[in-house]
């Protein structure tokens, strides 16, 4: 078997030798590695070469050229997540309610409002606090106030069923006074 080179200056050459030779690949090397399993990620712009080598980081230093390592970015926190600056750890809850019939889906601060005449619902953004009275929800629906309120309670029914729930709710819009019970629930308002 014949090889073909291409003219390139003796460093270029020495550099790609070396990167080859840290990477166990040889221009004679026509073996296929065995497979193997790996529970590690990898980014997958870097060429991995023996023992985790990063072969470009190898290879430019071989020339003198520094290498900048990528920086690692962490994943924004939803707005729902964040009030003042800060970020709120709040477990997601379902509280609902009878006569009239309403369901919230609490996340953050945001808060998912359902009604049978609005089933897609509305989200509203809210202050959080929580304070002797148990976690509040403040915030305005169609410009009139909004306020949700969760407390503990060993034993709260909605009425129409036989669930139990830890937590009472209480639901102001525009001064009409809801009631109804609430749960932990799934995050799921971030649309």
Not at 9 to 26: D, F, K, N, P, Y
Not at 66 to 84: E, I
Not at 133 to 146: H, I, K, M, N, Q
Request: charged share 20%; with cysteine.
């Amino acid at each position: 078997m014949s090889r073909r080179y291409t003219p390139c200056s003796r460093a270029t050459h020495s550099v790609i030798s070396a990167a080859m030779a840290l990477a166990g690949c040889g221009p004679t090397d026509h073996t296929s590695a065995p497979a193997a399993s790996f529970s590690g990620a990898v980014a997958t712009d870097t060429p991995i070469g023996p023992a985790g080598v990063d072969v470009r980081a190898h290879a430019a230093t071989a020339i003198g050229k520094p290498v900048k390592s990528p920086a690692v970015t962490q994943p924004r926190p939803h707005p729902c997540t964040l009030q003042d600056g800060k970020r709120l750890d709040i477990t997601p809850k379902l509280a609902s309610g009878t006569e009239p019939f309403w369901s919230a889906r609490i996340d953050g601060r945001c808060v998912l409002y359902v009604t049978p005449e609005n089933v897609q619902g509305i989200r509203i953004w809210t202050r959080y606090r929580s304070d002797a009275d148990g976690e509040v929800w403040s915030g305005a629906l169609d410009g009139r106030p909004f306020q949700l309120v969760l407390q503990p309670h060993r034993r709260c029914s909605d009425g129409m069923s036989d669930e139990i729930y830890p937590m009472a709710a209480r639901l102001i819009i525009n001064n009409q006074r809801r009631v109804g019970c609430a749960r932990p629930g799934r995050s799921g308002s971030r649309s």
